[in-house]
């Protein structure tokens, strides 16, 4: 029994170290590609994939005309820096629910977004993976109940 336990620490536990850091890496390279592919469509003010990069199981039809409005008003301006860390219960606090809104999918990281404008305008957006494990942006709902997968 001993050896067994030696084996699996001398072999089992480097690779779940291998493999954890593989996930975590392969997160890591996502996010950077969320965020590198967000920059580069509001640099070419392209509003209709932006609005694509959100999660809208379970969000109506209007919450997605009004964040498309807001996207084109932004896209006027270049984007000075982009802050990205990992989501806390205040930003969903801030971002959602002091509105009454819930997020679609469990948030994970937080970006705030700056644009190259003298009072120094901006957003922020909770990003999250879907059940499919792609990142994207989360939707407001107006009740809990509407998503699975709200925290």
């Known amino acids: 029994m001993r050896r067994r336990i ?3 620490l001398i072999c089992g536990a480097p690779i779940a170290a291998l493999i954890i850091g593989y996930l975590v890496r392969s997160e890591e390279r996502a996010l950077f590609q969320f965020v590198e592919t967000y920059q580069s469509l509001h640099a070419a003010r392209n509003v209709e994939a932006m609005v694509n990069l959100f999660y809208w199981e379970g969000v109506d039809s209007n919450h997605r005309r009004q964040l498309a ?6 896209t006027r301006f270049p984007i000075k820096s982009i ?3 990992p989501a806390t219960p205040e ?3 801030n971002h959602f629910l ?8 469990e948030p994970r990281y937080f970006l705030a977004i700056e ?3 003298e009072d120094m305008l901006g957003h922020s957006m909770l990003v ?6 792609e990142l994207r942006a989360a939707g407001a ?3 809990p109940s509407n998503t699975e997968n709200n925290p």
């Open 83 to 85: 802050e990205v860390r």
């Open 141 to 143: 709902l107006s009740h």
């Open 91 to 93: 930003d969903m606090r």
């Open 69 to 74: 409005r807001a996207l084109t008003e932004e």
């Open 98 to 105: 002091y509105a009454g809104l819930y997020p679609n999918l």
């Open 128 to 133: 999250g993976q879907t059940p499919s494990g």
């Open 6 to 8: 030696a084996l699996f």
């Open 115 to 117: 644009l190259d404008t």
